[in-house]
């Protein structure tokens, strides 16, 4: 018969440490190879939001345990997407500073 060649998916929650429209610094406890692209599926509001990105570089972390930060790149994303990822930015962003009296 040969060989049968597949694939497998697997699925992890990784944490985002920011995310603009060009793409997205995720913290990991694997590596992922550079140049690797991915299916991501951003944070929603009761919905995921689905993205195309491509692996640009990776870090390991100093520390007790194994972290990783992944830089990613969005590959074209889509005219929702792109509102999605803007409504995200708009959560993460720090409070503005009140002005000194």
């Known amino acids: 018969m040969g060989q049968l ?3 497998l998916e697997t699925v992890e929650s990784l944490r985002m440490r920011n995310v603009s429209q060009g793409g997205a610094l995720l913290e990991s406890r694997f590596a992922l190879a550079v140049d690797s ?3 991501v ?3 929603a ?3 995921g939001c689905d993205v195309q990105a491509r692996v640009r570089h ?6 007790p345990s194994p972290r990783f930060e ?3 790149e969005f590959i074209s ?7 999605h990822i803007d409504a995200l930015m708009q ?3 720090p409070a503005p500073l009140e002005p000194a009296r």
């Open 41 to 43: 599926r951003l944070p």
């Open 45 to 47: 509001d009761g919905q």
């Open 58 to 63: 990776v870090e390991q972390v100093p520390g």
């Open 5 to 7: 060649w597949g694939a």
């Open 91 to 93: 959560r993460s962003a």
């Open 37 to 39: 692209v991915h299916r």
């Open 70 to 72: 992944i830089g990613l």
């Open 77 to 83: 994303p889509a005219a929702d997407t792109a509102a």
